[in-house]
């Protein structure tokens, strides 16, 4: 009895030595110490030990199985340690494998082109305001001097929503409201979508941008105006780039131009970008008609004021040589992505 006892413990201590996971250790502890193991059966067998030795033999095993215990758990708590390393290890990463991509969106060329006036106008001490899109009659069109009866209403159909409220042609409402508040001198610029029903072609759509800029102060003449404009286009266009103003007419301002810029590819040249002229239209332009100021309770004796209004998806066009319109609005991210 006592020889098969210590034959038992020899052969379950080497083999929980010889363990390599906590599995094959768990099947070490069942054979060793569960219901049908190598120890329990050892224990039925002690009946044929004479009854003066059993104690003694009793003993023995119950140290043995302390001892077998003991050195399961050592074991366990080894392994358990080994597999967090292990762990550890795999779960390490690797620096220099390839990152995975993610693909990141940027700004629209329109938006793109709106930061940059923005930015212009702000430095030269201009507020960025802005304001409904769907507009009173009378500020899109009365408060502009342009009557019903104004051939200009033409040139400028737009949406009605009824005979008093229509969809906005043009931002220059934001500026009679802000000049109807009365606090002067004004220099702003108003960004902003307007309307008109346009069908849709290369250089035209029913929904567009526009950026118009006002400023009312005293002593305000049209050479404010041109320098204005001209340091606009040099920052817009480069350096380089010269203005010149073409009379024209519009009903809110007087006198009223056009203003071309000299092409910014073959530098007045004249090449296909430009149709050979050597200049490019870009925006219109003009001292604020003493009606208007009038109209917003401005008196034209005391103050003057000039205002322009340029096309956003023009300025989007020019800056990027894009030849249609309406690839500004159609969403191909391989289009948009150039930008
Ligand atoms: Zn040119």
């Given at each position: 009895?006592?020889?098969?006892?210590?034959?038992?413990?020899?052969e379950?201590?080497?083999?929980?030595?010889?363990s390599?996971?906590?599995?094959?250790?768990?099947?070490?502890?069942?054979?060793?110490?569960?219901?049908?193991?190598?120890?329990?059966?050892?224990?039925?067998?002690?009946?044929?030990?004479?009854?003066?030795?059993?104690?003694?033999?009793?003993?023995?095993?119950?140290?043995?199985?302390?001892?077998?215990?003991?050195?399961?758990?050592?074991?366990?708590?080894?392994?358990?340690?080994?597999?967090?390393?292990?762990?550890?290890?795999?779960?390490?990463?690797?620096?220099?494998?390839?990152?995975?991509?993610?693909?990141?969106?940027?700004?629209?060329?329109?938006?793109?082109?709106?930061?940059?006036?923005?930015?212009?106008?702000?430095?030269?001490?201009?507020?960025?305001?802005?304001?409904?899109?769907?507009?009173k009659?009378?500020?899109?069109?009365?408060?502009?001097?342009?009557?019903?009866?104004?051939?200009?209403?033409?040139?400028?159909?737009t949406?009605?929503?009824?005979?008093?409220?229509?969809?906005?042609?043009?931002?220059?409402?934001?500026?009679?409201?802000?000049?109807?508040?009365?606090?002067?001198?004004?220099?702003?610029?108003?960004?902003?979508?307007?309307?008109?029903?346009?069908?849709?072609?290369?250089?035209h759509?029913?929904?567009?941008?526009?950026?118009?800029?006002?400023?009312?102060?005293?002593?305000?003449?049209?050479?404010?105006?041109?320098?204005?404009?001209?340091?606009?286009?040099?920052?817009?266009?480069?350096?380089?780039?010269?203005?010149?103003?073409?009379?024209?007419h519009?009903?809110?301002t007087e006198?009223s131009?056009?203003?071309?810029?000299?092409?910014?590819?073959?530098?007045?040249?004249?090449?296909?970008?430009?149709?050979?002229?050597?200049?490019?239209?870009?925006?219109?332009?003009?001292?604020?008609h003493?009606?208007?100021?009038?109209?917003?309770?401005?008196?034209?004796?005391?103050?003057?004021?000039?205002?322009?209004?340029?096309?956003?998806?023009r300025?989007?066009?020019?800056?990027?040589?894009?030849?249609?319109?309406?690839?500004?609005y159609e969403?191909?991210?391989?289009?948009l992505?150039q930008?």
């Amino acid at each position: 009895m006592k020889e098969k006892l210590a034959k038992i413990r020899e052969e379950i201590l080497k083999q929980i030595d010889a363990s390599e996971n906590l599995d094959k250790l768990n099947e070490v502890r069942v054979s060793a110490l569960g219901k049908k193991g190598a120890l329990t059966e050892l224990l039925k067998s002690m009946k044929e030990v004479a009854p003066q030795d059993r104690p003694k033999v009793g003993q023995m095993v119950n140290e043995v199985r302390a001892e077998i215990e003991t050195a399961l758990e050592t074991e366990k708590a080894k392994l358990e340690d080994r597999a967090m390393e292990a762990r550890l290890k795999n779960e390490v990463i690797d620096v220099t494998l390839p990152a995975k991509k993610n693909s990141v969106g940027h700004r629209h060329p329109n938006t793109i082109a709106l930061e940059e006036v923005e930015r212009i106008f702000v430095g030269m001490g201009y507020e960025v305001v802005r304001g409904p899109e769907v507009e009173k009659d009378y500020y899109n069109f009365e408060a502009l001097n342009i009557p019903k009866d104004h051939p200009a209403r033409d040139e400028q159909d737009t949406f009605y929503i009824n005979e008093e409220i229509v969809l906005r042609t043009q931002t220059s409402p934001v500026q009679v409201r802000t000049m109807e508040q009365g606090k002067l001198p004004i220099r702003m610029i108003a960004p902003g979508r307007v309307f008109r029903s346009d069908e849709v072609d290369a250089t035209h759509s029913p929904s567009f941008h526009q950026i118009e800029g006002l400023v009312i102060d005293k002593n305000i003449t049209f050479a404010d105006l041109k320098g204005t404009l001209a340091e606009f286009a040099k920052e817009l266009f480069g350096e380089d780039t010269k203005v010149k103003f073409r009379p024209h007419h519009f009903p809110f301002t007087e006198p009223s131009a056009e203003v071309d810029v000299s092409c910014f590819k073959c530098g007045g040249k004249g090449c296909r970008f430009c149709k050979g002229s050597g200049w490019i239209e870009i925006l219109g332009c003009g001292m604020v008609h003493p009606k208007v100021l009038k109209m917003c309770n401005i008196d034209p004796e005391e103050y003057s004021g000039f205002a322009f209004g340029v096309g956003l998806e023009r300025i989007a066009l020019l800056k990027y040589e894009i030849d249609d319109m309406r690839l500004l609005y159609e969403n191909d991210i391989r289009f948009l992505k150039q930008f």
